[in-house]
């Protein structure tokens, strides 16, 4: 029987509301969901924990506390970005093992964990703690299409994710753009090859993914992910009800208990009133230009409110047309943060600048440098000419080269906290937590920075000259270019 992750309490928000499901309004409806035979709610990680700290102000490991003292019978499931975590960078692996014995003490059961670039080694390490804390392993293969990308190189990774001790394999394909034929070959190839129970997530971007749901479930594909139909479609996953209904009449049915239905469904449609003000009405709609640019739903969305809001839509065609440009100069690297981030920030530039690498942000230059990991493809050497000069790109495993970091950070909050979560926090986002201890200090004379809306970033007035979009998870960023070419912004709080 296909098990059923259900993605309305992460995937589906992220990608149709900007990540602002506040957890006060997950938990009334937990304890019945939790009687429907899912196997699994996917609640935490990806950018739930940003949104968090970011715009909420919650502390987001209490998300898992609270859901463990409703969710008896469901596994609790998280996103993880290898060595990123949930942030957009590699952590040292003292960071990095703290963290997810963290979120497992407190509840996460499934650990679903993938690196952009198929980089196995910079999943290595994550993949071995989490199996040293009992928990379950799904490895993700990034689904994409390009020369580079085969049927045989997507087996290889399932294959080496195997040999790591992953639990099962993740077809992870983030744009939509799996074909039902190839979803069932993929899906046969990994069950026969690797011989790991395989789920397959995908977005309903182009429209393709719930006739790839069918085709993989005839296929006899072990999990799929859903979400709930007022969450579900376009840019979010396809729908429960409907994968539910479809597969009663295979051989390879849910479990799911659908006479709850009518409940969820007026809660979710409730929900989505309350949160009609983040509610991203394009991202609903299907849109088959992701099967040439290959842009996630999310960042496709806010790409064109952003250029709309900024008169810039005459630019939109030619910023979709820089991405895969700009994709196959940096080694075909699939579009998944945080690289669909780096080259949509550098096509962008590209375009808005006037000048193709005009300025060369500073995720390119450590992608060239091999900071991010081994690209599928070699980077054009006329670009990493441009982006590093002589400089010899690193072959080891990125995070071997970052010192120990935890202690560290401990110290320059011992004034502030000595909670390990919050030193976490601290690690992960130094400035949003840092917001959110002096929120939670005094919530109420705090309350008008809640109520921001983090899509009206304001660039220091300091660096007015230029300014592009950078998104994150569906979140987009304002940014600031000084003439000299340096470049401000706030999603990864470096310059």
């Given at each position: 029987?296909?098990?059923?992750?259900?993605?309305?309490?992460?995937?589906?928000?992220?990608?149709?509301?900007?990540?602002?499901?506040?957890t006060?309004?997950?938990?009334?409806?937990?304890?019945?969901m939790?009687?429907?035979?899912?196997?699994s709610?996917?609640m935490?990680?990806?950018?739930?924990f940003?949104?968090?700290?970011?715009?909420?102000?919650?502390?987001?490991?209490?998300?898992?506390?609270?859901?463990?003292?409703?969710?008896?019978n469901?596994?609790?499931?998280?996103?993880?970005?290898?060595q990123?975590?949930?942030?957009?960078?590699?952590?040292?692996?003292?960071?990095l093992e703290r963290?997810?014995k963290?979120?497992?003490?407190?509840?996460?059961?499934?650990?679903?964990?993938f690196?952009?670039?198929?980089?196995v080694?910079?999943?290595?390490?994550?993949?071995?703690?989490?199996?040293?804390?009992?928990?379950?392993?799904?490895?993700?293969?990034?689904?994409?299409?390009?020369?580079?990308?085969?049927?045989?190189?997507?087996?290889?990774?399932?294959?080496?994710?195997?040999?790591?001790?992953?639990?099962?394999?993740c077809?992870?394909?983030?744009?939509?753009?799996?074909?039902?034929?190839?979803?069932?070959?993929?899906?046969?190839?990994?069950?026969?090859?690797?011989?790991?129970?395989?789920?397959l997530?995908?977005?309903?971007?182009?429209?393709?993914?719930?006739?790839?749901?069918?085709?993989?479930?005839?296929?006899d594909?072990?999990?799929?992910?859903?979400?709930?139909?007022?969450?579900?479609?376009?840019?979010?996953?396809?729908?429960?009800?409907?994968?539910?209904?479809?597969?009663?009449?295979?051989?390879?049915?849910?479990?799911?208990?659908?006479?709850?239905?009518?409940?969820?469904?007026?809660?979710?449609?409730h929900?989505?009133d309350?949160?009609?003000?983040?509610w991203?009405?394009?991202?609903?709609?299907?849109?088959v230009?992701?099967?040439?640019?290959?842009?996630?739903?999310?960042?496709?969305?806010?790409?064109?409110?952003?250029?709309e809001?900024?008169?810039?839509?005459?630019?939109?065609?030619?910023?979709?047309?820089?991405?895969?440009?700009?994709?196959?100069?940096?080694?075909?690297?699939?579009l998944?943060?945080?690289?669909?981030?780096?080259?949509?920030?550098?096509?962008?530039?590209?375009?808005?600048?006037g000048?193709?690498?005009?300025?060369?942000?500073?995720?390119?230059?450590?992608?060239?440098?091999?900071?991010?990991?081994?690209?599928?493809?070699?980077?054009?050497?006329?670009?990493k000419?441009l982006?590093?000069?002589?400089?010899?790109?690193?072959?080891?495993?990125?995070?071997d080269?970052?010192?120990?970091?935890?202690?560290?950070?401990?110290?320059?909050?011992?004034?502030?906290?000595?909670?390990?979560?919050?030193?976490?926090?601290?690690?992960?986002?130094?400035k949003?937590?840092?917001?959110?201890?002096?929120?939670?200090?005094?919530?109420i004379?705090?309350?008008?920075?809640q109520?921001q809306?983090?899509?009206?970033?304001?660039i220091?007035?300091?660096?007015p000259?230029?300014?592009?979009?950078?998104?994150?998870?569906?979140?987009?960023?304002?940014?600031?270019?000084?003439?000299?070419?340096?470049?401000?912004y706030?999603?990864?709080?470096?310059?």
């Amino acid at each position: 029987m296909v098990k059923i992750t259900e993605t309305c309490f992460r995937d589906a928000h992220q990608s149709l509301m900007a990540t602002r499901f506040r957890t006060e309004d997950m938990l009334p409806i937990l304890e019945k969901m939790d009687q429907m035979g899912y196997w699994s709610f996917e609640m935490w990680g990806g950018a739930t924990f940003d949104s968090a700290l970011r715009f909420l102000k919650e502390n987001p490991w209490d998300r898992i506390r609270e859901f463990k003292k409703r969710v008896k019978n469901t596994h609790l499931q998280m996103l993880l970005r290898g060595q990123n975590l949930v942030g957009y960078r590699h952590y040292s692996d003292d960071i990095l093992e703290r963290f997810i014995k963290k979120a497992y003490d407190l509840g996460i059961d499934v650990f679903r964990i993938f690196d952009a670039l198929n980089d196995v080694r910079n999943m290595r390490k994550s993949i071995e703690i989490a199996k040293q804390c009992g928990a379950i392993i799904q490895g993700c293969v990034n689904y994409t299409i390009s020369p580079v990308h085969t049927m045989d190189s997507f087996v290889k990774v399932g294959l080496e994710l195997r040999e790591l001790g992953v639990d099962i394999i993740c077809i992870k394909d983030m744009a939509g753009l799996i074909f039902p034929v190839t979803a069932a070959e993929l899906v046969s190839r990994l069950k026969e090859e690797v011989k790991l129970p395989v789920c397959l997530h995908s977005h309903c971007s182009t429209g393709m993914a719930p006739t790839s749901y069918y085709a993989a479930a005839l296929y006899d594909v072990d999990h799929l992910d859903c979400a709930i139909s007022p969450m579900s479609q376009g840019t979010s996953q396809p729908t429960t009800e409907s994968i539910v209904e479809m597969l009663k009449e295979t051989d390879n049915p849910t479990q799911i208990k659908d006479d709850y239905f009518p409940e969820l469904i007026s809660y979710f449609n409730h929900i989505r009133d309350e949160y009609s003000n983040y509610w991203i009405h394009l991202a609903e709609r299907v849109d088959v230009r992701a099967l040439i640019y290959q842009v996630p739903g999310g960042m496709f969305s806010n790409l064109v409110s952003q250029l709309e809001k900024q008169s810039s839509m005459d630019k939109f065609d030619d910023v979709l047309s820089e991405i895969p440009r700009v994709r196959e100069e940096l080694g075909w690297v699939p579009l998944v943060t945080p690289t669909s981030q780096i080259v949509g920030t550098q096509a962008t530039m590209n375009v808005l600048m006037g000048e193709r690498y005009k300025v060369i942000i500073k995720e390119v230059k450590d992608l060239c440098r091999g900071l991010y990991g081994r690209t599928p493809a070699p980077i054009d050497e006329k670009i990493k000419q441009l982006a590093i000069g002589d400089e010899q790109p690193i072959q080891v495993r990125p995070a071997d080269l970052i010192s120990p970091e935890y202690e560290k950070l401990k110290k320059e909050l011992k004034d502030i906290t000595r909670e390990e979560e919050d030193i976490l926090s601290y690690a992960l986002f130094p400035k949003p937590a840092m917001d959110y201890f002096e929120f939670r200090k005094d919530p109420i004379q705090q309350k008008q920075k809640q109520e921001q809306d983090a899509r009206g970033f304001v660039i220091p007035q300091q660096h007015p000259e230029r300014k592009f979009i950078v998104t994150v998870d569906g979140d987009s960023y304002e940014v600031g270019v000084t003439e000299s070419g340096q470049v401000i912004y706030d999603a990864y709080e470096e310059t």
